[in-house]
């Protein structure tokens, strides 16, 4: 089913001199390709959808899309490794004592320089020593820290398939879908085409093997990423990343960086735009196909985000009612029902994540 144009939602960025960034309009029918797909042939599809993009050079050109999408009210850097915040200064350089943070450690593919070691959405400002300190580690929950920032925590957890103890990093609750939708995002870019083959990864070693590095043991990779399938990640923290996803979902800041990168890059991230998405891959909806009628957009002027440090208003101001109290012209609203956070919409409820309960 061929699907409206939809507008990107109006984005306002704040800056230290008072100017605005608009996101650029989506392209006519950027997802229809998806519709009526499933597993490999979603994600699949979905490369096809996000891969080709301007391609913006590592370095003060980063910088310049960091004043942008990374620039709170005040002037500050929004540093997710961080809470001590540095202040922007001019578009192009960079903030004192911070660095470019690939998110996605770019050892996990060999480190070339090539489009994934330069693209935004996975790309963040990092205070020089968190950023050192994350190495390049997997997400996850360590069992003790052996490192904090305040907002990143480093230590060891037990891999139980190959009974080795490795290290990884948690982010703060209020991050860690954002790092979980931009390893989607990584994964789906990057990852395995249609032919089941990784056109985009360049071999990293002098076999030309391509795919995520696995063959050394002081790489990340070997622990959290698999090239047997199109689910890319091992199946510890596939379970970590859908977890993460749900429990921090979609924020205003998030949305915000995205229209921001997209101004620049020209491509979307899927799984910002369509939060249940990453569910037909990697979650509760695997298997199933794909019915884009039944998913709500963050775009959509009706979705309610959630925001950096917990819900919109905080969770005790959240309204809690019962069905029968449900009226047909409620619109954008956000309800604890039966347990539930739901998105009202006229006749019709959503999960903050945007699937449409029937």
Known sequence: MTKQLFTCILCCISVAISTLTYAEDMPAGYYDAINGTQDSILKGTLKQCIREHTV?????????????????????????????WKQFTTPGVAVSGCNIEHSFAKSWWG?????????CYHLNPSNSQANSARSNYP??????????????????????????????????????????????????????????????????DKKKTPGWRLDNKDVGSKYAMQNDNYLEFQPWE???????HRQDPVS????????????????????????????????????????????????????????????????????QIDSSSLQGGDRGRLILLDGLLLIIRGDHTYTITGQRVE
């Open 139 to 204: 997400l996850g929950v360590p069992v003790k820290d052996v490192f904090t920032s305040g907002s990143l925590r480093i230590g060891k957890i037990h891999h139980e398939v190959l009974n080795v103890d490795f290290s990884v990093f948690e982010p703060k609750d209020e991050y860690k879908g954002d790092f979980a939708r931009a390893y989607f995002y990584m994964a789906t870019c990057y990852g395995r085409d249609l032919n089941g083959l990784y056109p985009d990864l360049p071999p990293y």
């Open 238 to 244: 596939q379970a970590v990343l859908i977890q993460w």
């Open 111 to 119: 480190g070339k320089k090539s489009d994934p070691y330069k693209d």
């Open 56 to 84: 913006i050079e590592y370095g003060s050109p980063t910088w310049e899309v960091f004043y942008y999408s990374d620039q709170d009210s005040n002037g500050y850097c929004m540093d997710m490794y961080c809470d001590d």
């Open 252 to 319: 205003e800041k998030e949305i915000n960086r995205a229209d921001a990168v997209s101004n620049f890059q020209h491509n979307r991230n899927p799984f910002i735009d369509y939060p249940y998405l990453a569910e037909y891959i990697w979650g509760e909806k695997a298997g199933q196909v794909l019915d884009m009628t039944q998913l709500m957009a963050s775009f959509d002027p009706d979705f309610v985000p959630g925001v950096s440090n917990g819900w919109r208003g905080g969770a005790q101001d959240i309204e």
